[in-house]
């Protein structure tokens, strides 16, 4: 029997590793509990009208069908039996394993307020996306039928929560949708006056950005409209706004940006985990009492790996390289390498001819950031048609100011109200 390899979740690490396996002769098994891969890091453009879904995502089945040894099976996993390599589907079912990589990612993190998320949904996935489309685009429409100032004022106040690179983008565009996109679209309010306040517990935007981009992060956002409030810290979030301390705004929209947490099958693996719910792995990738499991992407921690390697699409992407080419030294009975983070830059987007980034010792602000952005993103996105997609749709919302993705599905419910 050929060696049997599953890779658990289709992101950039298992994607990466999957096509590193190319050719091998090997069973290769990869689940997900979605049909698609998801370009993450474009993910804020479909919350905010920019780009439609299908531009950032692709069937996980088309990407690899010409892959013979790999088959693509749609399910969820329960847990990892890692004794009797085993992997639980969720109707109980087994399959068993030779090799496994572990790519799972991370979701939301509320820092024990769970009950936060009904009013603040976070963005991780396609359905995230489509839902706080629908909170930005339905604010707009509920302040054209309010009568009451104050309540119109907080159908059009939204709040981001988390100045991260997500946190920052998302504010950015949501300004643009209020100052550009629906300018002379409404009757009885102006939409220029929506308010976008982006709320950080730090004392600056884009913590790990040095502080010279992150000042210029910043004032970038406050031109564009963004209120910036800095070192302060959310203590509640409600139907009708969110509290920091003493403070409060009143708004029907709030994001939230502010935390992750590790995917939950790295705790049935029943090894040592951090704070973050994420492993410790070994310099290879593999966990210390069994070498033939890999955690690699945003669920691993490398053990010794000065400094931390971030939880970037790049990093996924090297680690799912490296795991894939281990499991193949090790049938070769050759010694696996150990994983360094080559880092290639940081690049953030703020809104129209706005953005910040590090490449190496070189520091970009303002638009040679936006456009190195711009021509890298397109660069890496998965196939050629969603490379297509996103050029014309950029470049139609460039010269237009439109964004043609403001679609809203299915009747009002009540926590659209």
């Keep these: ?19 590193t396996l190319r050719g091998a002769e090997l069973d290769v098994t990869v689940l997900d509990r979605v049909n698609h891969h ?71 993190s509320y820092f024990g307020n769970d009950a936060w998320a009904e009013h603040a949904p976070g963005l991780k996935t396609l359905e995230d996306a489509m839902e706080i489309r629908r909170r930005v685009l339905l604010g707009y429409e509920h302040a054209e039928r309010e009568s ?38 409404f009757r009885r309010f102006d939409p220029s006056n929506a308010r976008i306040v982006l709320v950080e517990a730090a004392d600056r935007v884009l913590p790990a950005y040095p502080q010279d981009l ?51 099958l790295g705790a049935t693996l029943g090894v040592p985990l951090d704070g973050a719910g994420r492993v410790l792995v070994q310099a290879d990738l593999t966990l210390a009492n069994y070498s033939e499991i890999s955690v690699i992407g945003d669920l691993a921690v490398v053990s010794g790996h000065e400094p931390p390697v971030p939880g970037v699409a790049p990093a996924a992407k090297q680690m799912g390289r490296l795991a894939a080419k281990n499991i193949l030294r090790r049938i070769a009975g050759r010694d696996t390498q150990t994983f360094r983070y ?57 010269w237009t100011f439109q964004r043609f993705a403001r679609v809203v599905f299915g009747p009002l419910r009540p926590k659209d109200r």
């Design 38 to 108: 998801l370009f993450q890091p474009l993910l804020y453009q479909v919350a905010t009208a920019g780009l439609s879904a299908p531009a950032v995502a692709a069937p996980i089945r088309h990407i690899l069908a010409d892959q013979k040894n790999v088959t693509v099976l749609l399910a969820e996993v329960q847990r990892i039996d890692a004794p009797r390599r085993a992997v639980v589907l969720e109707d109980d079912s087994e399959l068993e394993y030779d090799y496994l990589i572990v790519s799972t990612g991370v979701t939301h």
């Design 342 to 398: 080559r880092d290639y830059g940081m690049l953030a987007t703020i809104g129209r001819n706005s953005a910040v980034g590090v490449l190496g010792r070189v520091h970009l602000s303002g638009y040679p950031a936006w456009l190195t952005w711009l021509l890298a993103h397109i660069y890496f996105l998965i196939n050629f048609r969603n490379r297509l997609v996103v050029m014309i749709d950029w470049g139609v919302s460039y």
């Design 1 to 19: 029997m050929r060696p049997r390899v599953i890779i658990l979740g289709c992101g950039f690490g298992g994607l990466f590793a999957a096509r």
């Design 148 to 185: 009451d100032p104050l309540r119109r004022a907080a159908w059009l106040t939204s709040v981001v929560i988390g100045a991260g690179a997500t946190g920052v983008e998302l504010a950015g565009m949501m300004a643009e949708i209020a100052r550009h996109t629906l300018r002379g679209e």
């Design 214 to 264: 992150s000042e210029k992060a910043r004032l970038q956002l406050e031109r564009l409209g963004v209120t910036v409030w800095l070192g302060r810290r959310v203590t509640s979030i409600d139907a009708n706004g969110v509290q920091l301390g003493d403070d409060r705004i009143a708004a029907k929209t709030v994001v939230w940006a502010a935390g992750v947490k590790a995917s939950g």
